[in-house]
């Protein structure tokens, strides 16, 4: 009975000094859920500069220049050399790469030449070519041509062609991004006794 008595005596004192003997939630439910706020992880991700992300787009280009040209030719009553009719040549053109271009052109003559009695000029001109080019100072390109050519003279009343293999070289000039001087020498065929070679100088413009 004291071991009773005692007993009932300390439960109030244990309340007294730390509170509830089961300190339980009268509300808690064991089927309810628990919900857990859980804050969104932002990752960031360096931006990248214009550069990177823009690719370099290639470009057409037109140009025109005049040609001073020198010719070789045979007729069935005279042969001449060193006729020096001037001829005007329109080119389009498609950079493939930073490197290299396709390369049109197409040109007449626009004054004749007179040695002697003979008479010459540029009837036609016609040819596509690959264009290398690298820079080798600021604003400054070297570049080469290797194509084909289609080419036509006329010697008093008769017209020679000249067909196959044309090649050339030359240089440009940037002055901004769209205009560009252009100087160049270009073989633009030998046949037999008859060849046109050319040196001009022009304006290329890219778009």
């Known amino acids: ?7 009932l005596c300390l439960v109030p004192l244990l309340g007294y000094a730390g509170g509830d003997i089961l300190p339980v939630d009268l509300n808690y439910n064991e089927n309810e859920s ?27 280009y037109i140009g025109l220049a005049i040609a001073a040209t020198e010719v070789d030719g045979q007729s069935s009553t005279v042969i001449l050399k060193n006729g020096h009719p001037t001829a005007v040549v329109g080119k389009l053109g498609y950079n493939i790469s930073e ?6 052109r197409v040109g007449t003559g626009i004054k004749r ?25 600021e604003n400054v390109n070297l570049f080469g041509l290797v194509g084909y050519a289609n080419a ?17 070289a030359g240089l440009g000039y940037k002055i901004n991004n769209s205009w560009e001087v252009v100087a160049d020498v270009v073989r633009y065929g030998k046949q037999d006794n008859n060849s046109i070679d050319a040196y001009s100088l022009g304006l290329d413009y890219s778009f």
């Open 113 to 137: 030449d007179t040695i002697s009695f003979a008479t010459s000029e540029v009837d036609s001109i016609a040819g596509v070519y690959l264009k290398p080019n690298v820079n080798i100072i």
């Open 34 to 60: 628990v919900n857990v706020k859980v804050e969104p992880v932002v990752e960031v991700v360096p931006q990248k500069t214009v550069e990177e992300v823009v690719e370099k787009k290639t470009s057409y």
């Open 99 to 104: 490197n290299i271009a396709l390369e049109g």
């Open 152 to 168: 036509k003279q006329k010697l008093l009343n008769e017209t020679m062609k000249t067909n196959g293999f044309s090649y050339g």
């Open 1 to 7: 009975m004291k071991n009773v008595f005692y007993g």
